[in-house]
């Protein structure tokens, strides 16, 4: 099995200071990088960082069929800039 090139974590303190520890103790090796950055540890909440982010800058929703729609073509058009046409089938 390969060693880790990156650990990626949030920004809660205690990951830094653990992976310290590891790599002091031979755990794990020296040169891994540590990313603390909040959604790239998980693929569905990088997606949802980057919708958030950009759903951030409308002052909410009046209606529950236009935050749908807003969302559903969001949505779209980062399928279509993937090339993950599939998902547009549903």
């Not at 880790?4 to 103790?25: H, M, Q, S, V």
């Not at 990088?46 to 982010?53: E, F, V």
Request: hydrophobic fraction near 40%; include cysteine; charged fraction near 30%.
């Amino acid at each position: 099995m390969a060693d880790p090139r990156f650990i990626n974590t949030d920004k809660a303190p205690a990951y830094g200071r653990a992976l310290a520890l590891l790599k002091r103790e031979g755990r794990c090796p020296s040169d891994v990088e540590h990313r603390q950055i909040k959604y790239r540890n998980n693929v569905i909440e990088c997606d949802h960082g980057k919708l958030k982010r950009i759903i951030g800058a409308t002052l909410g929703f009046k209606s529950m069929k236009t935050a749908y729609a807003t969302i559903k073509g969001i949505e779209v058009m980062r399928a279509l800039r993937k090339g993950r046409l599939s998902i547009l089938l549903w």
